[in-house]
């Protein structure tokens, strides 16, 4: 997950006023570098298939329109880029927001209108610069590039694990089992691959699953509970609390 690609997203220009949202793709991301704006991104990861994504394209587009001047809406579809999954999406709808060069928030799901416009008018440029609380753009991280909520997922602690397994794999557990904040849950998935890389074995591969799980990969998440079943057997393992999560993954599908 490089959102270091996110970032050089944001300085995608378009200033052109009364625009709706604009549908962004793999082949035109680098065309639309070449401009910076001040005004507060949005970006709607979505997909077609998606009910809660559908919902929210009315809200959004009314919002492009009456926020003109302090709002820009991307639109990008996950099932027709490869953008979105290099950059750990999986959940949808997705939503990414950027300002002062700096990303600034990220959730998942959809909102009510009024509670969408509320986040949204919240990180404006001119309401941003009113409020005398800190800017959420301090607390960012260079890596993975979301802002962590929890201090266990932050830059310095991912820095000073990557190379333990045991350590990568414990931190990215406990994720699973106590955060639900998507940014969190995105460095802990790139711990647990991390972990993966260092020593694959039942456990750190069972973690994986579980929070592709948690995050709606559903279809990589079986797969991965697949492998860590057939891991433990040849570990001498009793697999059953992965076979579990396997037929949760399947009820959900």
Known sequence: MKFALLLCLLFIGSLVLGQKPIEIYD????????VETDKLILIDFYATWCGPC?????????????????LIVYKMDVDANTF????GVSAMPTYVLYRDNDVIDSFSGSREKEEMRSILVENMPQRAAASSSPSSSDIGVT?????SV????????VDENWNNWQDLNSLAWQAFLNENDIRDLLVALKMAKRSIE????????DTYAALLYKTGSLDEALNWAKIAVDLAKSEGKDPIATKHLMQLIIEAM
């Open 27 to 34: 082949s035109t991301i680098e065309d639309r570098m070449a």
């Open 54 to 70: 559908k919902v929210m394209d009315p809200i959004l587009e009314e919002f492009a329109l009456e926020y003109e001047d302090q």
């Open 84 to 87: 979105p999954a290099e950059v």
């Open 143 to 147: 890596y993975p590039d979301l802002a």
């Open 150 to 157: 929890n201090a266990l997922y932050s830059q310095s602690n």
């Open 198 to 205: 260092l020593n694959k074995n039942s456990f750190n591969t």
